[in-house]
Each structure stands twice: as structure tokens, then as C-alpha cells.
């Protein structure tokens, strides 16, 4: 995958339009990872009405408050836009991880012609080799959902990052909304149990020195919650 874009400017969908314009940016954005080509337009009606299915399967899939890790797996926009305008405009209503080509760059144009884009929407799945692996997601990902990710997951034979790391490899596993709440409940229950067993092993006074203890360490790390 990484060989389609060498030479080519990918311009990230943030505030200031950061631009992976180096060999090495390219290859740390896309090695490894599966790729989404989703080649539309903001006039194409059809375009603007899967846009916010598309923004929420990506979300759930990348956004670490929905998921442990996010998944390898790269939203590029080709604009078949009739104006700078236009998609611009759209953009917008893409997610802002995304990345996309320049309304100027004519390799947009090359893609859809390489790819044999007549329909709009569409959106054509890469292996990290380039392949093709699915030619049009469109309805699997509004039928699936995020679901749909496992299974491009296995077909792309992809190398496991987080395995290589000795951790759990979990991509598709969402946190719930509640999940913070439920990890803080658990831990202040945790610590009750704690308090009880030194209470009957070593006194009262074990337990309220430890009590003084363990409000020092919870002021002291007040700001460091990673939910903030």
C-alpha cells in the first residue's frame, strides 16, 4: 500500500492540514495497516447521506474511547468534488483522523481510473499490499458496522501489533459509556476489601493510618485521570 502513495502529498483532515509529504511519514501512517479509499463527492446526494455512517464506523473503530486500541486501519478521501469549494465543504463532515488528497493533485483522478470508480459512493478496501480486499464497502459497512472490521482484519492476514507487544489484541471490544464509572467503582470496592482485611489482622489504627495514606496519593494524582 505504501508503494501508491511514495511521492505523494496525503494531507491529514485536522485544523491545520498537517501534510505527510516524506517517504518515512508515509510509510509510519500506512505500513501495516488496512486502507479505505472512499472516493465521493458532496454533491452526490447519496455521498452525503453515507457520510455519517462512515464518520461513526470510523469513530468506533479508531476513537480510544470507544475501543482499547484503535484498530490499523487508514480512512483516505478521494474527492471526485467539481470545485475546491465542494469538498472542502465536505470534508467537513468527514472525521477529522482521515486523510485526503488535494483538490489539485490529479493522482485523485488516477485512483478513480485505477480503480474503475463509476458509482458513487464507493469504497474499496486495501491490504497492506496494495490488493484489493473488498472492491466496495459501501453496504457491508452500513449493514455490519464496525463488525465488518474483523473480518478485513482476517482477510488482510495483518501482523499484530500488540501481539508483538505481549498485550491482548482487542480492537473490536467497545467501552461502554458507563465504563469509566464502573472501572472507578470497582477500584474504590477493591480498596474497601483491602481496609477490612488489615482492620481484623492489625487493629483500628492500621487502618485509619492507611486511610491517611491513600488520601495523600488520591489528592496527589487528582490530575493525572486519564478521562479528563
Known sequence: MVDLFVGK??????????ELDTEREIILRLQNRILMLFFGSGECEKCQE???????????????F???RSAQLVLLYVSLDSSEE??????????KRCLFLAYEDPYRQELS???EVQDLPRVVVLRPDCSVLTPDAVAEICK??????????????????????NEEFDEGKMR???????????KVEDKKKK???????????VEEEEEDDEDGEEDGNDGGGGWG
Open 113 to 115: 481510473v485505477m480503480f
Open 66 to 68: 470507544y475501543v482499547e
Open 86 to 95: 465542494q469538498q472542502v465543504k465536505f470534508l467537513k463532515e468527514l472525521p
Open 144 to 165: 455490519l458496522g464496525p463488525d465488518c472490521y474483523r473480518n478485513w482484519q482476517e482477510g488482510a492476514e495483518l501482523i499484530d501489533r500488540n501481539f508483538m507487544m
Open 9 to 18: 502529498v496525503l494531507v491529514k483532515n485536522n485544523k491545520d492540514k498537517d
Open 195 to 205: 481496609k477490612k482485611k488489615k482492620k481484623k489482622k492489625d487493629g483500628v489504627s
Open 50 to 64: 453515507f457520510a455519517p455512517t462512515l464518520k461513526d464506523f470510523y469513530k468506533k473503530l479508531t476513537d480510544e
Open 176 to 186: 461502554s459509556m458507563t465504563d469509566p464509572i464502573r472501572r472507578i467503582k470497582y
